[in-house]
Nanobody
Framework: QVQLVESGGGLVQAGGSLRLSCVAS????????MGWFRQAPGKEREFVGC????????SYADSVKGRFTISRDNAKNTVYLQMNSLKPEDTAVYYC???????????????????WGQGTQVTVSS
């Protein structure tokens, strides 16, 4: 059974940092781009960032550019989201997702991702 499991969420004050992890099991995603999305209450799921299969390129939403960094360790089948300078508007459930297109550069659109984790809550207090 293929699973993506996120962890590392929690409550943090504005200006603080969190590091989310997404561990894949059941298969390897070493040839697949991975993405991070988030969804706040009453809002649609939105793109946060993505990373190519090799980790040599990343793309970010304008709202997080310069504050968030995505990395991956294919040997551990794990993707990370380092979040710095957090703001109250970053509060959301954060999801990781796998793009099954081999060697894809990733996508900003949820429809392009086939596997999703269950999400981890990030709450930023002001």
């Amino acid at each position: 059974q293929v699973q993506l499991v996120e962890s590392g969420g929690g409550l943090v004050q504005a200006g603080g940092s969190l590091r989310l992890s997404c561990v894949a099991s059941g298969r390897t995603f070493s040839r697949n781009a991975m993405g991070w999305f988030r969804q706040a209450p009453g809002k649609e799921r939105e793109f946060v960032g993505c990373i190519t299969w090799s980790g040599d390129s990343t793309s970010y939403a304008d709202s997080v550019k310069g504050r968030f960094t995505i990395s991956r360790d294919n040997a551990k089948n794990t993707v990370y989201l380092q979040m710095n300078s957090l703001k109250p508007e970053d509060t959301a459930v954060y999801y990781c997702a796998a793009d099954l297109r081999i060697y894809s550069s990733g996508s900003h659109y949820p429809i392009d991702y086939s596997y999703w984790g269950q999400g981890t809550q990030v709450t930023v207090s002001s």
